[in-house]
C-alpha cells in the first residue's frame, strides 16, 4: 500500500531513530526476541535500566497500530527500547539478558508466537553498539554450535511507541489483575504474580 510520503521519496518509518534518553548521560537500545510483554519485564529487571518501552520499529508503514503489525503486512518487529545508565549497566550486560531471554534460532517465531513481528533483533544506536552486537553474536553462534543464529543487527529505525494498554503490561498483571513484582520476589520472567 502506497502512502502520500512513499511517492514524494520520503518514508518517516525508514528514518533513524532520532529521539532520545531523558538524561543525556544515558543511552537507548532497542531489541525484537518475540512478545514484547515478556521481553519487557525482562529488561524492567535489570540494574541500571532506567526506563522501557514497547512498540514496533523496523518496518514500512508510518504509524502502525498492533494490529496492523499483527497482520504482517508492514513488516514491523515488536521491540522494547530501553533507556539505560552505562555507568551502571554497560551495553554488554543487556546484550547478555537479550541472548538468555529467547531463541535466536528460530525464524519469525518465538515459541506459540509466529510471524515476522516476532523475530530476534538488535537494533543499534551508534557504531559501538553495532560492533560490540556483532561481537556478541558472534559468541553466541560459537556456544550454539550447529544451530544457525537468525537474528538480525540493523541500525535502530523509528520508533512507534505501542498502545498504552501493552506499555508494562505483565508488571500491571497480565489482563488477569494480578499484577507481577520484583519486589515480591517473583523472578520468573513471564507468569510470576505477586
Known amino acids: 500500500m502506497a ?41 524492567q529487571r535489570v540494574v541500571g535500566v532506567v526506563k522501557t518501552e514497547v512498540g514496533y520499529s523496523q518496518g514500512h508503514a508510518p504509524d502502525p497500530n498492533y494490529k496492523l503489525v499483527c497482520s504482517g503486512s508492514t513488516n514491523h518487529v515488536e521491540v522494547i527500547r530501553v533507556e539505560f545508565d552505562p555507568k551502571v549497566c554497560p551495553y554488554t550486560h543487556l ?10 534460532t528460530t525464524l519469525n517465531r518465538q515459541g506459540g508466537d509466529v510471524g515476522a ?4 533483533g538488535i537494533y543499534y544506536y551508534n557504531e559501538t553498539q553495532a560492533r560490540l552486537a556483532q561481537e556478541s553474536k558472534e559468541a553466541k553462534q560459537l556456544e550454539l554450535k550447529d544451530k544457525k543464529i537468525v537474528t538480525e543487527i540493523l ?4 520508533f512507534y511507541r505501542a ?6 503490561y505483565l508488571e500491571k498483571g497480565g489482563g488477569q489483575g ?17
Not at 9 to 30: I, R
Not at 117 to 120: E, F, G
Not at 163 to 168: A, S, T
Not at 178 to 194: H, L
Open 3 to 43: 502512502t502520500s510520503s512513499d511517492k514524494n521519496g520520503t518514508n518517516p518509518a525508514l528514518d533513524p531513530d532520532l529521539d532520545s534518553p531523558g538524561d543525556p548521560a544515558h543511552e537507548l537500545a532497542q531489541f525484537g526476541a518475540g512478545c514484547f510483554w515478556g521481553v519487557e519485564l525482562t529488561f
Open 95 to 104: 546484550l547478555s539478558v537479550f541472548w538468555g531471554r529467547h531463541d535466536p
Open 117 to 120: 513481528q516476532y523475530r530476534s
Open 155 to 158: 541500525p535502530a529505525k523509528r
Open 163 to 168: 498502545e498504552e494498554y501493552h506499555q508494562q
Open 178 to 194: 494480578r499484577k507481577q513484582s520484583a519486589e515480591k520476589g517473583c523472578t520468573d520472567p513471564i507468569r510470576c504474580y505477586g
